[in-house]
Structures are given as C-alpha cells and as structure tokens.
C-alpha cells in the first residue's frame, strides 16, 4: 500500500531535549516536505527536498533541521525544542514539485 | 512569507445547499491545490490546477485556477454530511518550489 509514515504520532518533551519525527515514503517520490499546522494558521512549509541530499528552506525554518541521505526518508531534527515548536506536524511526499502530494498522519508534538 | 487568504474562515450550511470557498494572493502562483481534512488525519488532494483559466471537476467538486494566476476557488454543489471537514487552498509560488497554504475553511453541512 502507497503511504506515508510518521513516528512518533504523539510525543510529549521538554524544552531543549532533542527529537526527531521520522518520515518515510514508500512511492519513490522524489520530493518531501514538513509542515507544521497551528490553529487558524493552516500549513506552513518548514523544509522541503527536491532529492536525495538537496534540501531548501521553506516559511517556517528556524528551530529545525531535515536531512536527505536516503530517497525514502526525510527525519525532521528539533535540536532544542522551545514551547512555541508545540504544534501538529505533517510530512508529505509527491513524485515531483509540482505533483500531488500525500501526507502522513500527522504527529503532535508538545514542548513543555 | 507570503501567505494565501483563504475566506470564508467558516460555514454552517444546510445538506442540499451548494458551497463556495475562495483563496487570494498579492503573489502569483504555478500551480493551485485543494485539500480536504478530516480530524486526526493529513490533508487529502480533491483538485489540482496548473494553468491559469483552468476549470476542472470531480464528481460535485469544480475549481479554477484564476486568470490572474493569484486566486482560486472551489465550488461543491449539492452537500452532503460527509463533506464536513476542513478545506485548505494551496499554492506554489513560481519562484521556488515551495508550499503556501491557506488557513483553511471548517465546513459543517446540517443534515
């Protein structure tokens, strides 16, 4: 089956703990994006991958790194995660840029 | 960053009634997407556009990709229940290849 898988769906954490959200795709999709979903907000683009190891910047980049090693996978890396990183995270994948693209399920992260 | 202003924020409607949701930008954009959210799951694609003037259905589902290249709409014609949910516009800018979406429509359709 053709999916996007996130983990952890749910994770608790205090501030200035690292984390990382894994990602991975399944379709060969060539590009992948995090998003984040606040109240009132919509879906703002954190980082995107136009490939493997080509990663750029997207809205709402500061306080996250992403990495690209692998075609499938796109782990998004809080560092230190602050209270304001408290939020729904989504990533997502399509075969290219412009293409549809499919989300995973979501996970929802709460800095303490 | 740029941002799309998606309207109306809300909608209580009646099962029957048809629907239109809008989505405006100062920015010009390539590509025009629609998203349908149920709760606790990701945004499903309903419509994509990629030409300006574009028109395309799906099943009760029309949208256009505006003339303008900075607005699109969506129109659902005879609602049912299950349309509740909440719709996101969604657009790429045409000087990089990254995401803008709006802040959604909550639909809720009274039977």
């Known amino acids: 089956e053709a999916q996007v898988t996130q983990n952890p769906r749910y994770l608790i954490t205090v501030t200035g703990k690292k984390l990382t959200v894994t990602c991975s795709q399944n379709?060969?999709?060539?590009?992948m994006s995090w998003y984040r979903q606040d109240p009132g907000l919509g879906l703002r683009q954190i980082y995107y991958?136009?490939?493997?190891?080509?990663?750029d910047k997207g809205d709402v980049p500061e306080g996250y790194k992403v990495s690209r090693k692998e075609k499938r996978n796109f782990p998004l890396i809080l560092e230190s995660p602050s209270p304001n990183q408290t939020s729904l995270y989504f990533c997502?994948?399509?075969?290219?840029?412009?293409?549809?693209?499919?989300f995973g399920p979501g996970t929802r992260l709460t800095v303490l | 960053g740029q941002q799309l202003n998606q309207s109306p924020q809300s909608m209580f409607i009646q099962e029957g009634e048809d629907v239109s949701m809008n989505c405006t930008s100062s920015s010009i954009f390539n590509t025009w997407l629609w998203y349908k959210q149920d709760p606790g799951e990701g945004p499903v694609l309903l419509i994509a556009?990629?030409?300006?003037?574009e028109l395309t259905s799906n099943g009760r589902l029309t949208a256009q990709f505006g003339i303008t290249r900075k607005d699109s709409f969506l129109n659902i014609s005879a609602s049912i229940p299950s349309d509740v949910g909440i719709y996101f516009c969604?657009?790429?800018?045409?000087?990089?290849?990254?995401?803008?979406f709006g802040a959604g429509t909550r639909l809720t359709v009274k039977p």
């Open positions: 556009l990629y030409k300006a003037g």
């Open positions: 991958s136009m490939n493997v190891e080509v990663t």
């Open positions: 997502a994948s399509s075969l290219f840029a412009v293409d549809t693209q499919y």
């Open positions: 379709m060969n999709h060539e590009y």
């Open positions: 969604a657009g790429q800018l045409t000087n990089n290849n990254d995401m803008r």
